[in-house]
């Protein structure tokens, strides 16, 4: 079993940034491929960032390209989501969410259905 537990969330201006985190605990992190979705009001979650097991390798949302950067510390159990330049539509409960299947690729991490375990969220509200 793994738990994951968001942090970083606040509300801020159109234009200013934020770093969530995500720790993990109880199995080793460096197994897991992460990924980090986001929920607003009345729409599905959906795919913001995605990073593989070492970190070398990331993906993401065309809506937060150039814009967002997915990181992870190995070493510390944690995934990082820096947002830069936030927007009013960026307004979203922001969720990580760790995957153990070594086989999915970049593709598969753009669904919710890769992961099998999920944290509680954390707000971001965007004013303009």
């Known amino acids: 079993q793994v738990q994951l537990v968001e942090s970083g969330g606040g509300f801020v201006q159109a234009g200013d940034s934020l770093r969530l985190s995500c720790v993990a605990s109880?199995?080793?992190?460096?197994?897991?491929?992460m990924g980090w979705f986001r929920q607003a009001p009345g729409k599905e979650r959906e795919f913001v960032a995605a990073i593989n097991r070492s970190g070398g390798s990331t993906r993401y949302a065309d809506s937060v390209k150039g814009r967002f950067t997915i990181s992870r510390d190995n070493a510390k159990s944690t995934v990082y989501l820096q947002m830069n330049s936030l927007k009013p539509e960026d307004t979203a409960v922001y969720y990580c969410?760790?995957?153990?299947?070594?086989?999915?690729?970049?593709?598969?991490?753009?669904?919710?259905?890769?992961?099998?375990?999920w944290g509680q969220g954390t707000q971001v509200t965007v004013s303009s």
């Open positions: 109880g199995r080793t992190f460096s197994v897991y491929a």
């Open positions: 969410a760790a995957d153990i299947d070594p086989s999915y690729g970049s593709n598969q991490l753009t669904r919710r259905t890769a992961y099998d375990y």
